[in-house]
T-cell receptor, first 113, second 109 residues
Framework: KAGVTQTPRYLIKTRGQQVTLSCSPI?????VSWYQQTPGQGLQFLFE???????NKGNFPGRFSGRQFSNSRSEMNVSTLELGDSALYLC????????????FGPGTRLLVL | KQEVTQIPAALSVPEGENLVLNCSFT??????LQWFRQDPGKGLTSLLL?????REQTSGRLNASLDKSSGRSTLYIAASQPGDSATYLC????????FGPGTRLSVLP
């Protein structure tokens, strides 16, 4: 069974631009969560999607948004990028919210210049 | 608001030692707790999942326990090896996963 995949793996953007990251969950998993990891703040929850609906959202500004498609694939978008958005963005999937092991993808490393 | 802490922040041990990593959480209303390891610059690898109704889980040299009432979990690693060197994170799921800051483990040959 293929694991969680994330594209792209690396990304360099400049301030003010926007970016879209993609996540494909494990086949059969319907819950997808996104996290931001930085050296200073650690792993912080961004949002969780289930059945194309956002279930929960972390404490991030409205510039961070996401969506989930009918095949459970998910995208997250960050608009008007700031230097502080430089981070490793991780996606995780599980069969249903809070159910079973949560499996993580390799992450997308975003650098904002 | 759920808060998760991990002690110690860093640990360096000689190969072969048994060790214990600690995780504490403030809200006992959780569905499960999961332990992960993360190698530098990489994603997270799931080690053990403990459902809220369970007390412990074992996988190979790893054993994790959960005491919901006291808000604590421990990860026991037996006979540590250099390949165990990584950052270990615990996460609790209530409304969503909340992660601790991690314990950075170095196992010296």
């Amino acid at each position: 069974k293929a694991g969680v995949t994330q594209t792209p793996r690396y990304l360099i953007k400049t301030r003010g631009q926007q970016v879209t990251l993609s996540c494909s969950p494990i086949s059969g998993h319907r819950s997808v969560s996104w996290y931001q990891q930085t050296p200073g703040q650690g792993l912080q929850f961004l949002f969780e999607y289930f059945s194309e609906t956002q279930r929960n959202k972390g404490n991030f500004p409205g510039r961070f948004s996401g969506r989930q498609f009918s095949n459970s694939r998910s995208e997250m978008n960050v608009s008007t990028l700031e230097l502080g958005d430089s981070a490793l963005y991780l996606c995780a999937s599980s069969p249903n919210p809070g159910e079973g092991t949560q499996y993580f993808g390799p992450g997308t490393r975003l650098l904002v210049l | 608001k759920q808060e998760v802490t991990q002690i110690p922040a860093a640990l360096s041990v000689p190969e072969g030692e048994n060790l214990v990593l600690n995780c504490s959480f403030t809200d006992s209303a959780i569905y499960n707790l999961q332990w992960f390891r993360q190698d530098p610059g990489k994603g997270l690898t799931s080690l053990l999942l403990i459902q809220s109704s369970q007390r412990e889980q074992t996988s190979g040299r790893l054993n994790a326990s959960l005491d919901k009432s006291s808000g604590r979990s421990t990860l026991y690693i037996a006979a540590s090896q250099p390949g165990d060197s990584a950052t270990y994170l615990c996460a609790v799921y209530g409304q969503n996963f909340v992660f601790g800051p991690g314990t950075r483990l170095s196992v010296l040959p």
